[in-house]
């Protein structure tokens, strides 16, 4: 379980991101195929950089049961860059 301010910030930070982005703002999703941020209930937002060992992780572990999963349907995953 990951502890302390980084995944707070990062949390804090994401959440802050998403409600920055303009209504009618389409962003990538992982699969690449456009999101549109204007009508999608929801997004999990990954603000990733070169090398970041958590999105490899992700991309290793989770991504493909997430898009499989009903909250992946739900909230798909948009890629920014850092």
């Known amino acids: 379980r990951a502890t ?9 930070l994401a959440a802050l991101l998403a409600t920055w982005l303009p209504s009618n703002h389409s962003a ?11 009508t999608a209930p929801a ?14 992780r992700w991309d290793r572990d989770i991504r493909k049961a997430y898009e499989a999963s009903d909250e992946g349907a739900i909230a798909p995953l948009v890629r920014l860059p850092a």
């Open 4 to 12: 302390g301010w980084a995944p707070r910030t990062a949390l804090l």
């Open 28 to 38: 990538m999703a992982a699969d690449p195929k456009p999101v549109d941020l204007a």
């Open 43 to 56: 997004v999990l937002l990954m603000i990733e950089e070169p090398g970041c060992p958590y999105c490899a």
